[in-house]
């Protein structure tokens, strides 16, 4: 019984955790680039280089294109924000002592595909960001960047194997539905 209350006080914890990003996320990014021209600058006491971006920025931006950026940036964050919202469900069950059940294994079905469409959406904002960011360069100056890096690899694998836990999962959910009828 005291691994149950344990298994709820850390869930409880975790989906504060979760709900409290969900606000956060969208916060601190419209910041970022609201603030861009003084984070980017020369002057500003963040190194350039521990700011990722897909081009490299010699000059301001304008109050359009961080905008723009701010949008395009929203495409994998919309994904995360659900995810983290799939996830605080999946505590909550948790934290309702509920284990095996039908909405647990939609919340890691979900949490599969969320971190799959992440990848997607990750993959096709980056080259919408270099376009964004060099868009005011003078002709020949525009930029696209397309990648797939380790870490993009990496979250598809994860994606890929919270899957199949679901559907593992799903079958000893129906198992144990089953040796409960039984007599």
Excluded at 64 to 69: E, M, S
Excluded at 110 to 116: A, Y
Excluded at 133 to 140: A, D, F, I, N, Y
């Amino acid at each position: 019984m005291k691994n149950i209350q344990r298994i709820a006080r850390a869930s409880r914890r975790l989906r504060r955790i979760c709900t409290a990003t969900i606000f956060v996320l969208p916060i601190a990014s419209a910041l970022f680039w609201f603030f861009f021209n003084q984070i980017y600058a020369p002057s500003s006491f963040i190194p350039t280089s521990m700011i990722p971006l897909p081009v490299h920025i010699t000059e301001e931006l304008s109050d359009l294109t961080r905008f723009l950026a701010f949008l395009t940036e929203l495409l994998p964050l919309t994904a995360l924000i659900y995810g983290l919202k799939k996830l605080g469900e999946l505590f909550h069950q948790y934290e309702q002592g509920q284990i095996f059940t039908d909405k647990n294994v939609s919340c890691f079905r979900s949490l599969g595909r969320i971190l799959i469409i992440w990848v997607l959406c990750d993959v096709v904002q980056n080259p919408l960001l270099s376009i964004i960011l060099t868009r005011e360069k003078p002709p020949g100056q525009h930029v696209i960047t397309v990648g797939f890096c380790s870490a993009d690899f990496i979250a598809l694998f994860v994606g890929i194997i919270i899957l199949i836990i679901a559907w593992v999962m799903d079958e000893a959910r129906m198992i144990k539905e089953d040796q409960a009828l039984i007599i």
